[in-house]
């Protein structure tokens, strides 16, 4: 079993910035990549961004490309989310997974709130 917990999230004006954490505990050896996804009331989970644990690959969707940053750090077993350029539309509950396909376990989520 992995253990997944966010942090990080709060309100924020549009255009402003926050960085989100995960920490992961338990089985972690059993993970080769973490990501992040949102979901607005009323929508689907949708993807964020992903990384590989070994090789730092990552992976944005499209709307967040350009803006946010995803990284790692192994030793501490953290994901980061960089989100930068916030927009009223980024306003969401963040979940960090693992791995980012196909999430397997999900942390309790973090609410972000960019304001107009």
């Known amino acids: 079993q992995v253990l997944l917990v966010e942090s990080g999230g709060g309100l924020v004006q549009a255009g402003g910035s926050l960085r989100l954490s995960c920490a992961a505990s338990g089985r972690t050896f059993s993970i080769y990549s973490m990501g992040w996804f949102r979901q607005v009331p009323g929508k689907e989970r949708e993807f964020v961004a992903g990384i590989g644990l070994i090789t730092g690959n990552t992976y944005y969707a499209d709307s967040v490309k350009g803006r946010f940053t995803i990284s790692r750090d192994n030793g501490k077993n953290m994901v980061y989310l960089q989100m930068n350029s916030l927009k009223p539309g980024d306003t969401a509950v963040y979940y960090c997974?693992?791995?980012?396909?196909?999430?397997?376990?999900w942390g309790q989520g973090t609410q972000v709130t960019v304001s107009s």
């Open positions: 997974v693992a791995p980012y396909r196909n999430p397997e376990y």
